[in-house]
């Protein structure tokens, strides 16, 4: 790991989701998602938490 424990750097990395299954909307053409882009930054966020205590444990 190169940042942050080893170094004092920040740490950085980038997520990428692939998109969501499509939702079916009577009368609406097209690909039509839910929106789940404010829970993901949560997510993303705790589980870098997780990982980061297990690395230093």
Request: aromatic residues 6%; charged residues 15%; positive net charge.
């Amino acid at each position: 790991m190169n940042g942050g424990i080893t170094n004092g750097n920040p740490v950085v990395f980038r997520v990428a989701f692939k998109p969501t299954a499509s939702i079916a909307k009577a009368g609406v053409g097209g690909r039509h998602d839910v929106c789940f882009a404010l829970r993901t930054p949560v997510i993303v966020e705790a589980m870098a938490a997780i990982c980061l205590v297990d690395l230093a444990l």
